[in-house]
């Protein structure tokens, strides 16, 4: 999955209803999500809750791209088309609870100087990111 839309902490995300992950989710909402930088090794880590939408949730049609119709096929049955109001389609919003981000200095000598020469490591907690959100 693509992130489909960030505001604040929060992200979003459009899947595919039929997917594991929404029986996953009703089961357990406790989520990691987690990006990589691979060319600077910066990183972020987000715990959060994973909540589930309608298929008529209006933000699906707000954050919807043409390319993401290929993740989804035309069934060419007139409903299943990828297009924004496929039934199949559906959000995942995760609301971050807790974020650690990770921002390491570009170095010219090598990996041996990371865990030395870190300019950044940060946690925002629950508290501080509920400002974000508003």
């Given at each position: 999955m693509a992130v489909a839309k960030r505001t604040g902490p929060d992200f979003l995300f459009l899947a595919n209803a039929h997917a594991q992950k929404f029986d996953d989710i009703e089961k357990n909402h406790v989520c990691n999500l987690y990006f990589q930088n691979s060319s600077t090794q910066d990183?972020?880590?987000?715990?959060?809750?994973?909540?589930?939408?309608?298929?008529?949730?209006?933000?699906?049609?707000?954050?919807?791209?043409?390319p993401v119709s290929a993740w989804f096929g035309d069934l060419k049955d007139g409903v299943h088309t990828g297009g924004p109001e496929d039934p199949r389609m559906k959000l995942i919003e995760v609301k971050a609870n807790c974020e650690f981000f990770l921002f390491l200095p570009s170095l010219s000598l090598g990996a041996v100087l990371i865990p030395v020469r870190i300019r950044h490591l940060l946690l925002e907690g629950r508290h501080q990111l509920h400002r974000f959100r508003y």
């Amino acid at each position: 999955m693509a992130v489909a839309k960030r505001t604040g902490p929060d992200f979003l995300f459009l899947a595919n209803a039929h997917a594991q992950k929404f029986d996953d989710i009703e089961k357990n909402h406790v989520c990691n999500l987690y990006f990589q930088n691979s060319s600077t090794q910066d990183w972020i880590s987000v715990t959060g809750e994973a909540v589930t939408s309608s298929n008529d949730d209006p933000r699906i049609k707000e954050v919807y791209a043409k390319p993401v119709s290929a993740w989804f096929g035309d069934l060419k049955d007139g409903v299943h088309t990828g297009g924004p109001e496929d039934p199949r389609m559906k959000l995942i919003e995760v609301k971050a609870n807790c974020e650690f981000f990770l921002f390491l200095p570009s170095l010219s000598l090598g990996a041996v100087l990371i865990p030395v020469r870190i300019r950044h490591l940060l946690l925002e907690g629950r508290h501080q990111l509920h400002r974000f959100r508003y």
